[in-house]
């Protein structure tokens, strides 16, 4: 299993930066794809962002390219989200998930673990 805990989040004024950080333990990640997602209140769960095993593929959501980067440090089992020029439509719980593949599913389902979300709002 692959247990992740996801930090960064919090309040900031549009416009604003924040980073996202996703540490996992249990098993390395090293081989595995992982993503962001979140989920706004009253929405479902959205993709946000991944990246492949070894960070050579990035995928992103229309409405985060751009603006969000996901990157990754193998050597510390974690995974990043630097969120630039943020609105008040990011505000949301973000995820981290980890799939067991090494190349970036196509669909949510494919993502075995999911961590417990970090609350980011951002204010106009």
């Known amino acids: 299993q692959v247990q992740t805990v996801e930090s960064g989040g919090g309040l900031v004024q549009a416009g604003g930066s924040l980073r996202l950080s996703c540490v996992a333990s249990?098993?390395?990640?090293?081989?595995?794809?992982m993503a962001w997602f979140r989920q706004a209140p009253g929405k479902e769960r959205v993709f946000v962002a991944a990246?492949?095993?070894?960070?050579?593929?990035?995928y992103y959501a229309g409405s985060v390219k751009g603006r969000f980067t996901i990157s990754r440090d193998n050597a510390e089992n974690t995974i990043y989200l630097k969120m630039n020029s943020l609105k008040p439509e990011d505000t949301a719980v973000y995820y981290c998930a980890t799939a067991l593949r090494g190349t970036i599913p196509g669909i949510e389902t494919e993502y075995a673990y999911w961590g417990q979300g970090t609350q980011v709002t951002v204010s106009s």
């Open positions: 990246i492949s095993w070894d960070g050579g593929s990035t």
């Open positions: 249990g098993r390395t990640i090293s081989r595995y794809s």
